[in-house]
Protein backbone atom coordinates (compact mmCIF):
# COMPACT_ATOMS: atom_id res chain seq x y z
CA UNK A 1 0.00 0.00 0.00
CA UNK A 2 1.26 3.24 -1.24
CA UNK A 3 1.67 6.55 1.52
CA UNK A 4 -0.28 9.13 0.83
CA UNK A 5 1.62 12.30 -0.44
CA UNK A 6 0.98 14.83 2.20
CA UNK A 7 -1.17 17.88 1.00
CA UNK A 8 -0.60 21.26 -0.74
CA UNK A 9 -1.23 23.30 2.92
CA UNK A 10 0.90 21.18 4.65
CA UNK A 11 4.04 21.19 2.52
CA UNK A 12 3.22 25.64 2.28
CA UNK A 13 3.18 25.00 6.13
CA UNK A 14 6.58 23.11 6.70
CA UNK A 15 8.23 25.93 4.78
CA UNK A 16 6.63 28.07 5.92
CA UNK A 17 7.55 27.28 9.56
CA UNK A 18 11.58 26.38 8.34
CA UNK A 19 11.82 29.65 6.89
CA UNK A 20 10.78 31.52 10.22
CA UNK A 21 12.80 29.66 12.18
CA UNK A 22 15.99 30.08 9.34
CA UNK A 23 15.18 33.72 10.06
CA UNK A 24 14.92 33.72 13.65
CA UNK A 25 18.49 32.09 14.20
CA UNK A 26 20.03 34.08 11.25
CA UNK A 27 18.57 37.77 12.98
CA UNK A 28 19.86 36.39 16.38
CA UNK A 29 23.31 35.77 15.07
CA UNK A 30 23.03 39.14 13.07
CA UNK A 31 22.19 40.70 16.23
CA UNK A 32 24.70 39.35 18.27
CA UNK A 33 27.28 39.78 15.51
CA UNK A 34 28.89 36.40 16.69
CA UNK A 35 30.92 34.92 13.98
CA UNK A 36 31.42 31.58 15.54
CA UNK A 37 27.18 31.37 15.94
CA UNK A 38 27.59 31.77 12.14
CA UNK A 39 30.20 28.86 12.36
CA UNK A 40 27.77 26.35 14.35
CA UNK A 41 24.76 27.33 11.82
CA UNK A 42 27.34 26.39 8.57
CA UNK A 43 28.25 22.59 10.54
CA UNK A 44 24.34 21.92 11.13
CA UNK A 45 23.94 22.95 7.39
CA UNK A 46 26.99 20.74 6.07
CA UNK A 47 26.30 17.82 8.28
CA UNK A 48 22.64 18.10 7.11
CA UNK A 49 23.48 18.09 3.36
CA UNK A 50 26.05 15.43 3.31
CA UNK A 51 23.98 13.62 5.27
CA UNK A 52 21.37 13.41 2.67
CA UNK A 53 23.65 13.68 -0.35
CA UNK A 54 24.77 9.75 1.03
CA UNK A 55 21.01 8.76 1.56
CA UNK A 56 20.49 9.67 -2.25
CA UNK A 57 22.81 6.22 -2.58
CA UNK A 58 21.16 2.76 -1.75
CA UNK A 59 24.48 0.96 -2.88
CA UNK A 60 26.15 0.94 0.73
CA UNK A 61 29.26 0.94 -1.49
CA UNK A 62 28.34 4.52 -2.20
CA UNK A 63 28.04 5.27 1.83
CA UNK A 64 31.14 3.64 3.27
CA UNK A 65 32.66 7.50 2.59
CA UNK A 66 29.91 9.18 4.16
CA UNK A 67 31.69 9.68 7.56
CA UNK A 68 35.05 10.72 5.99
CA UNK A 69 33.71 13.20 3.82
CA UNK A 70 31.35 14.86 6.99
CA UNK A 71 34.30 14.84 9.22
CA UNK A 72 36.73 16.47 6.48
CA UNK A 73 34.29 18.88 6.00
CA UNK A 74 33.52 20.05 9.17
CA UNK A 75 37.01 20.37 10.18
CA UNK A 76 37.98 22.07 6.79
CA UNK A 77 35.05 25.44 8.01
CA UNK A 78 36.52 24.74 11.45
CA UNK A 79 40.22 26.13 10.49
CA UNK A 80 38.59 28.26 8.31
CA UNK A 81 37.06 30.46 10.83
CA UNK A 82 39.95 29.46 13.16
CA UNK A 83 42.14 31.44 9.92
CA UNK A 84 39.51 34.53 10.16
CA UNK A 85 40.21 34.46 14.00
CA UNK A 86 43.86 34.59 14.11
CA UNK A 87 44.60 31.11 14.95
CA UNK A 88 47.78 29.96 13.45
CA UNK A 89 46.87 27.81 10.77
CA UNK A 90 49.77 26.53 8.12
CA UNK A 91 49.27 26.86 4.71
CA UNK A 92 45.66 28.47 5.64
CA UNK A 93 45.55 30.09 2.11
CA UNK A 94 45.65 26.71 0.94
CA UNK A 95 42.88 25.42 3.03
CA UNK A 96 40.74 24.20 0.05
CA UNK A 97 43.62 22.07 -1.52
CA UNK A 98 44.14 20.55 1.40
CA UNK A 99 41.39 19.39 2.33
CA UNK A 100 40.46 18.06 -0.42
CA UNK A 101 43.90 16.40 -0.29
CA UNK A 102 43.03 14.97 3.31
CA UNK A 103 39.55 13.35 1.75
CA UNK A 104 41.61 11.75 -0.87
CA UNK A 105 43.91 10.25 1.15
CA UNK A 106 41.24 9.30 3.98
CA UNK A 107 39.31 7.62 1.06
CA UNK A 108 41.67 5.55 -0.49
CA UNK A 109 42.55 4.43 2.80
CA UNK A 110 39.44 3.17 3.37
CA UNK A 111 39.13 1.62 -0.02
CA UNK A 112 42.60 0.03 0.04
CA UNK A 113 41.28 -2.09 3.11
CA UNK A 114 39.00 -4.89 0.19
CA UNK A 115 39.63 -5.55 -2.78
CA UNK A 116 38.94 -3.07 -5.75
CA UNK A 117 35.64 -3.75 -7.66
CA UNK A 118 36.82 -2.27 -11.30
CA UNK A 119 34.80 0.66 -12.42
CA UNK A 120 32.28 0.28 -8.86
CA UNK A 121 35.22 1.54 -6.99
CA UNK A 122 35.87 4.52 -9.09
CA UNK A 123 32.36 5.38 -8.65
CA UNK A 124 32.25 5.42 -5.32
CA UNK A 125 35.18 7.38 -4.84
CA UNK A 126 33.74 9.87 -7.76
CA UNK A 127 30.73 10.46 -6.15
CA UNK A 128 32.11 11.04 -2.24
CA UNK A 129 34.56 13.46 -3.89
CA UNK A 130 31.53 15.33 -5.76
CA UNK A 131 29.32 15.20 -2.83
CA UNK A 132 32.66 16.79 -1.03
CA UNK A 133 32.85 19.98 -3.92
CA UNK A 134 29.27 20.77 -4.27
CA UNK A 135 28.80 20.84 -0.64
CA UNK A 136 31.68 22.04 1.77
CA UNK A 137 33.90 23.91 -1.38
CA UNK A 138 30.83 25.40 -2.68
CA UNK A 139 29.06 26.21 0.06
CA UNK A 140 32.19 27.33 1.71
CA UNK A 141 31.64 30.47 -0.56
CA UNK A 142 29.08 31.14 1.87
CA UNK A 143 31.28 32.28 4.97
CA UNK A 144 33.66 33.59 3.29
CA UNK A 145 32.01 36.27 2.68
CA UNK A 146 32.21 36.80 6.14
CA UNK A 147 35.83 37.45 5.44
CA UNK A 148 35.51 40.27 3.14
CA UNK A 149 37.31 43.72 3.33
CA UNK A 150 34.40 45.59 3.62
CA UNK A 151 33.75 49.40 5.15
CA UNK A 152 32.27 49.44 8.33
CA UNK A 153 28.40 50.86 8.02
CA UNK A 154 28.38 53.92 10.38
CA UNK A 155 25.41 53.01 13.46
CA UNK A 156 22.73 55.91 13.32
CA UNK A 157 21.87 55.17 16.65
CA UNK A 158 25.54 55.51 18.18
CA UNK A 159 27.53 57.88 16.49
CA UNK A 160 30.95 57.20 16.32
CA UNK A 161 30.35 53.61 16.13
CA UNK A 162 29.78 50.50 13.63
CA UNK A 163 27.54 47.82 12.76
CA UNK A 164 28.42 44.53 11.65
CA UNK A 165 28.66 44.92 7.83
CA UNK A 166 29.54 41.75 5.56
CA UNK A 167 26.57 40.01 7.83
CA UNK A 168 23.65 42.04 5.55
CA UNK A 169 24.66 40.24 2.40
CA UNK A 170 24.50 36.79 4.80
CA UNK A 171 21.13 38.45 5.45
CA UNK A 172 20.39 38.96 1.92
CA UNK A 173 21.52 35.90 0.70
CA UNK A 174 19.18 33.96 3.01
CA UNK A 175 16.18 36.04 1.90
CA UNK A 176 16.47 36.07 -1.45
CA UNK A 177 17.12 32.10 -1.64
CA UNK A 178 14.15 31.81 0.55
CA UNK A 179 11.29 33.89 -1.54
CA UNK A 180 12.60 32.40 -4.38
CA UNK A 181 11.66 29.33 -3.01
CA UNK A 182 8.13 29.80 -1.30
CA UNK A 183 6.95 32.24 -4.80
CA UNK A 184 7.65 28.66 -7.05
CA UNK A 185 5.97 27.21 -4.61
CA UNK A 186 3.10 28.98 -3.49
CA UNK A 187 2.17 30.43 -7.25
CA UNK A 188 2.77 26.84 -8.69
CA UNK A 189 1.13 25.30 -6.20
CA UNK A 190 -2.33 28.17 -7.26
CA UNK A 191 -2.10 28.51 -10.85
CA UNK A 192 0.84 26.37 -11.90
CA UNK A 193 -0.14 24.42 -15.75
CA UNK A 194 2.44 24.25 -17.74
CA UNK A 195 5.38 21.74 -16.78
CA UNK A 196 8.92 22.74 -17.53
CA UNK A 197 11.26 19.88 -17.66
CA UNK A 198 8.83 17.13 -16.34
CA UNK A 199 11.25 14.37 -17.26
CA UNK A 200 13.95 15.70 -14.32
CA UNK A 201 11.08 17.31 -11.97
CA UNK A 202 7.43 16.34 -12.62
CA UNK A 203 6.71 19.20 -9.93
CA UNK A 204 8.02 22.54 -11.78
CA UNK A 205 5.82 24.57 -14.10
CA UNK A 206 6.86 28.01 -15.70
CA UNK A 207 4.06 29.73 -13.70
CA UNK A 208 6.11 28.83 -10.61
CA UNK A 209 9.28 29.88 -12.30
CA UNK A 210 7.77 33.55 -12.75
CA UNK A 211 6.79 33.01 -9.03
CA UNK A 212 10.30 32.61 -7.62
CA UNK A 213 11.44 35.00 -9.85
CA UNK A 214 8.76 37.83 -8.37
CA UNK A 215 9.63 37.11 -4.91
CA UNK A 216 13.09 37.11 -5.65
CA UNK A 217 12.71 40.52 -7.08
CA UNK A 218 10.24 41.54 -3.86
CA UNK A 219 13.08 39.86 -1.56
CA UNK A 220 15.65 41.75 -3.10
CA UNK A 221 14.05 44.98 -3.20
CA UNK A 222 12.76 44.55 0.53
CA UNK A 223 16.43 44.62 2.07
CA UNK A 224 17.50 47.57 0.11
CA UNK A 225 14.08 49.22 1.24
CA UNK A 226 14.83 47.80 4.87
CA UNK A 227 18.72 48.25 5.07
CA UNK A 228 19.80 50.11 1.42
CA UNK A 229 21.71 52.93 4.15
CA UNK A 230 23.61 50.57 6.17
CA UNK A 231 24.58 47.66 3.54
CA UNK A 232 28.23 48.12 3.53
CA UNK A 233 30.64 48.67 0.57
CA UNK A 234 33.54 46.26 -0.78
CA UNK A 235 36.99 48.41 -0.48
Not at 32 to 54: H, K, P, Q, S
Amino acid sequence: MSESKPSKRKVFSNRLLSTLLLWGVMFLAFWLANDWLFLGLILIAVFMGLREYFSLYQDKGFQQFQWITIGVGLLYFVLLFGAHAGWNIPAAEQLDGLALFALFVGIFGIRLRKPLDGEQSLHEIAAAVFGFVYLVLLFSFVPKLLFLPLQSAPDPANAGSTQPTAHFYLLYLVAVTKFTDMGAYAIGSLIGKHKMIPHISPGKTWQGFGGAILFALIASFGCLFLMGNQIPLIT
